[in-house]
């Protein structure tokens, strides 16, 4: 197919480029302001990140979120998107907004859905009546929303799918369903549409998959159908074989990971965008995210501990009273997490604020040019022992010149 040239109402500048492995350090302006790549983006499913304000999730530093389309399709509705200007107003959000398009909550939510050529079929969650959710209506949707970074409908398939031959029609699929989106997307000079490389863990299908997307020249590319619960190790494969065929003047966004070590490998691995619900969901549990690892402050242990949930964090949680934060301790967790919403609350602000500030450490090393000890020293807080490393980090990191066990 012949490259098909389509507005694109961003610019991306690449600011560094590591010297060892391909992380890259860029800033991507969107038309709610700039974004610093790369970026950890947290999952506003509902146009609300859970328990928190806009003000309060502004306070984090993020600077674009996620929404989901599916779930704003059914409530509040496009009609009511339409009449209210779009998600930006309707959740009081001033910065960007990315959506999904949807396709992915049919596969995992979705035990009946069917999908065919024409679109995915399924029956409402609401009052059961059949639905169809075609690339045309989901593009319709994401115009109504009005988010800066809308995705594709893909024919999504668990990576783990033995089925090679239902994976290479996914793949085939998705790339002529792209084809319907472009068609179908009436404000490209303000909305931007990324295109979704499909192929499962099949480094050829990968290929082709890529081959195709990049050939129709959308503004930004996902790679699409991973974190579904295959092996790190070919997951890493799949994601360093992508970003190899991918242009460098666009950004390269990873769908759905969000541990720690995903993204400081993945970044290496020459990614540049994340996201994922396991900061937010994991606090409703109790858990902190720290540099040393996950703490569940529901252990007993913590109630007499009266330090921040993580000393040196920035987050307003963990800062002073004198510095303008709210002080809070890891016992003041502890008493309320397990009855109250608000100790859930606040390990959301701590947890998407580490996060943030990851990618921020991560893009400083990168610019200046010192990620391969980053990556040591990271690897150094989180762990114990060397010996207690994972295997996949370590072989992907020395796949591109990094050597974590030396």
């Known amino acids: 197919m012949a490259p098909v040239h389509i507005p694109s109402a961003l ?7 590591c010297s060892v492995t391909k992380a890259r350090a860029a800033t991507l302006h969107l038309p709610h302001g700039t974004v610093p790549l790369p970026i950890f983006m947290p999952v506003a499913t509902q146009a609300s990140l859970k328990g928190l304000t806009p ?3 502004e306070e984090t530093g993020c600077k674009l979120c996620l929404n989901n389309t599916y779930h704003l399709g ?26 999904d398009s949807g396709g992915f909550q049919m596969v995992s939510l979705l035990k009946l859905a069917k999908i065919t050529e024409e679109g995915v079929r399924f029956l409402s969650p609401h009052d059961g009546s059949p639905m169809l959710l075609t690339p045309e209506h989901s593009i319709a949707l994401q115009n109504s929303i009005g988010s800066d970074i809308i995705m594709q409908l893909d024919d999504v398939l668990v990576t783990t799918s033995p089925d090679l031959a239902r994976m290479k029609e996914a793949m ?22 990324f295109c979704i490389i499909q192929g499962g863990l099949d480094l050829e299908l990968r290929r ?46 990873v769908m759905g990971v969000g541990y720690p070590e995903d993204l400081v490998v993945s970044v290496a691995l020459g990614a540049d965008m994340f996201d994922c619900v396991w900061p937010t969901r994991t606090a409703r549990f109790g858990n902190a995210i720290t540099a040393h ?37 890891r016992a003041y967790i502890y008493h309320v997490t397990a009855k109250e919403t608000a100790g859930a609350h606040l390990l959301t602000m701590h947890n998407v604020q580490y ?17 391969p000890k980053f990556l ?19 072989t992907a990191l020395k796949g591109v010149g990094v050597d974590l066990m030396e």
């Open 376 to 394: 040591k020293e990271f690897f150094g807080k989180l762990y114990d022992a060397k010996s207690q490393y994972p295997e996949w980090a370590v």
């Open 55 to 57: 003000e309060q999730l």
């Open 11 to 17: 610019s991306f500048e690449l600011l560094g480029k």
């Open 208 to 253: 082709q998959c890529t081959a195709e997307m990049v050939a129709r020249d959308t503004p930004g590319i996902a790679i699409g159908g991973l974190s579904g619960g295959e092996a790190k190790d070919a997951y890493c494969k799949v994601v360093d074989t992508c970003t190899g065929l991918l242009p460098e003047k666009k950004p390269r966004y």
């Open 293 to 329: 690892g996950v703490l569940n402050l529901r252990n007993a242990m913590y109630s007499t501990d009266f330090g921040p949930i993580e000393e040196g964090c920035t987050c307003s949680c963990c800062r002073s009273v004198e510095d303008g934060g709210l002080g809070i301790t």
């Open 74 to 99: 059914l409530k509040p509705g496009q009609a009511t998107l339409d009449a209210v200007g779009g998600a930006h107003k309707f959740q009081s959000w001033p910065h960007n907004i990315l959506t």
């Open 355 to 371: 996060q943030l500030n990851l990618m921020k450490s991560i893009r400083e090393a990168i610019l200046e040019d010192r990620y």
């Open 172 to 193: 085939e699929r998705s790339v002529r369903w792209l084809d319907r989106c472009i068609q179908a997307h009436k404000y490209p000079e303000r909305q931007n549409l």
